[in-house]
């Protein structure tokens, strides 16, 4: 474990949908309230612009001007060498930073963190983990959601050890229930992919069984495993969902004077409140799990919250041992 | 096309998880407003006692003792000939119901309707659909939802027609807008088998390509062809989020007078109105489609309304073209 103090935070600050604005506005509300090291990444006029003197003391500015556009394809990622996502991701493989945070194009990330930084020896696929909001107020984990689409059973594994050691060392969860997404709950359900990756998952320790898409909203499981394409039908399923429902209630909310009244009074003391839980501004980023180092892929339409979340995120994995658990757990399991 | 008056429903009145009484409560109230002819099927002294004399007259019943339990495996079904599900479904083979209609257990639904009844002649694999609300207040038609847990290709291709038949038929959208639900909506996204259906798909009318979880809830597509593992999720997962978001604001709305206030303004007005629009019980069961006949699967926990629902979806799907439909769409694929 590292000081938080002393912990080094690459931001890549060109990549997303709004330009560099939310971005380091995000950075200054995390230098506000915590102490660690950043290094902004991108073109050093336009952060000089956005950042007050104050904070720009605070900063040390790595210039980049090339931007991977997000309707560009990943796999040219790699010759992008004077990109902003590439050089604050090279920052972390030459050890001048603990950790990368970026909001631009995810797969482009994705694609240079496997590249530059290399996965961790003992691990064939790196994942994204999302967190979701469950009624309990707390957070179940989700992998792989959109690294991996096509999966193998040992795949699926390796997300429950990461994951297992993602909740245990930077979620404070200290016996994590881990759980493999299945059609049922029954040990019996599955696809030819789930139940492969059932008799190997039986080593880990927490792993609970097959769970349902609904187990994630109520608290039953700490994290839930499942390949990169169903994870990522079930994250924009329940996206849908949510916006779906706040839609109606609008529509519905518009037609009567009553129900205006109503949906006043209810407005700070139970919408702000559903808003906040269901708001991915504040869970931050996904953590890009496997990879050996630290790197939190943030969404493209960020706002300063949700990058100052995905900041305190990179500097809690940083400082903790998940990579270490997560090697050392998987040797243990290729010597049994 | 048949007469809606001379179509008849055998209902299998013993399977559901509450026993007979919301079966034959959902039928009489089905009796109330659509003229048809029922069969029904199940124990016929338990038939006699929740049934009064004016209805019992309009029905015909066929004697079963027998239940297939939930928690029995589908695989011994065949075996069960005495089973109320088992006679039911054979009054459909034996042309002398049109439709069955069905609370009991799904797997057993489901491998009775391919033995007993046989697939459509150019189906492979049979499909069960269900509908989704979406913020239009209209349905997005979504198949596979668990008959076929690991699909090829070709049974995504062959889903694609039945739904797009059913919406045409059934639902009476004229130009159903079909979608390969994948993780996202660029054509080089998918995993090994979307990719691999996205080709064969491209021959059915109105196919619009890949469509995300999102889309099924704003009403961008008809009908969202997935195979049964990521069906049955999807389904999951979004009873999950709806649940979720109910139990958030309820628990925030006990917490403060004026918040309950508001609740009771808006209770008939907007969330009566939000729990009719996401409650299943509103769309009545899962046609299972690619059978050749009418097989409605429901619930196991439906109430009367979703038997009453069901009900009706079978009278129009018994009545309709529509698996003349489907048969004509896959012979023309076949010689093309």
Redesign the interface.
């Known amino acids: 474990m590292i000081d938080k103090k002393n912990i080094t935070i690459a931001i890549d600050a060109m990549g997303g949908d709004f330009g560099a604005e939310p971005i380091l506005e995000g950075l200054i509300q995390a230098l506000e309230e915590v102490d660690f090291k950043p290094i902004v990444v991108g073109d050093r006029d336009i952060i000089s612009s956005y950042m007050p003197q104050y904070y720009l003391d605070k900063v040390e500015i790595v210039h980049a001007t090339d931007v991977i556009g997000m309707d560009e394809a990943a796999t040219d990622a790699r010759k992008r060498k004077e990109s902003s996502i590439y050089k604050a991701i090279e920052l972390v493989k030459e050890k001048k930073a603990h950790g990368v945070v970026s909001a631009g194009h995810s797969g482009a990330t994705m694609a240079l963190a496997s590249l530059i930084i290399k996965r961790l020896p003992h691990v064939n696929k790196p994942a994204l983990a999302t967190l979701m ?3 309990d107020r707390r957070k179940t984990l989700v992998l792989d959601v ?1 690294a991996v ?2 999966c193998k059973p040992l795949n699926l594994y390796e997300f429950g050890v990461m994951g297992g050691a993602y909740a245990q060392e930077v979620m404070g969860i200290k016996n994590p229930k881990i759980g493999l ?4 709950e029954e040990d019996t359900k ?3 992919l ?1 139940k492969e990756a059932f008799k190997l998952m039986q080593d880990i320790d927490g792993f609970i069984g097959n769970v ?7 608290g039953n499981v700490d994290v839930v495993v ?5 994870g ?14 706040i ?3 609008k ?3 518009n ?2 004077i ?2 205006k ?6 407005k700070k ?2 919408f702000a ?2 808003i906040k ?2 708001d991915y501004a504040e869970y931050g980023g996904a953590p890009l799990l496997g990879i050996n180092g630290c790197v939190i892929v943030s969404h493209g339409k960020s706002n300063a919250k949700a990058i100052k979340n995905a900041i305190f995120q990179a500097i809690n994995f940083a400082s903790s041992d998940i990579n270490k658990k997560i090697e050392e757990t998987l040797i243990k399991h290729n010597n049994s």
Do not use: C, W, Y
């Open positions: 909001p469950h009624k959109g689409t096509d997404l299945s059609n049922g599955g696809n030819e789930t349902e898409g609904r187990d994630i909203f109520t499942t390949d990169g394409f169903t990522n039908v079930l994250l924009k399923t329940s996206e849908g969902v949510a916006q779906a429902i839609s109606i209630m529509q519905q909310i037609k009567s009553p129900a009244i109503g949906a006043l009074l209810m003391r139970v409140d559903l839980q269901i």
